[in-house]
């Protein structure tokens, strides 16, 4: 059983990138997906969920308007498409799944991915 967060990278203040979490070993139609960051020298912060149906999104103040998160169950994979981004924005980003849905604690973790966003 395993997440694989991956599609992080270097990108200029303004830019875009689009994160992936694979699951293997387990099908993620029934989990609800979520992503989180850690910046260095903070704390682990919630950046959006989507519910199993993905008929619910939730997102943090910080990123609305700017972040989109989606799934696709028959790739058995979920994504965070991001815009606009920020210096604020740099961070490892974890994806995560939890079977009761959007909550504040996850069934399964990815790795992570860094996100960096400098000029």
């Known amino acids: 059983v395993q997440l694989q967060a991956s599609g992080g990278g270097l990108v200029q203040p303004g830019g875009s990138l689009r994160l992936s979490c694979a699951a293997s070993g387990f099908t993620l139609d029934y989990y609800a997906i979520g992503w989180f960051r850690q910046a260095p020298g903070k704390e682990r912060e919630g950046v959006s969920c989507i519910s199993s149906s993905g008929g619910s999104t939730y997102y943090a103040d910080s990123v609305k308007g700017r972040f989109t998160i989606s799934r696709d169950n028959a790739k058995n994979t979920g994504y965070l498409q991001m815009n606009s981004l920020k210096p604020e924005d740099t961070a490892v980003y974890y994806c995560?799944?939890?079977?009761?849905?959007?909550?504040?604690?996850?069934?399964?973790w990815g790795q992570g991915t860094l996100v960096t966003v400098s000029s």
């Open positions: 995560a799944a939890d079977l009761v849905g959007c909550t504040d604690e996850y069934d399964y």
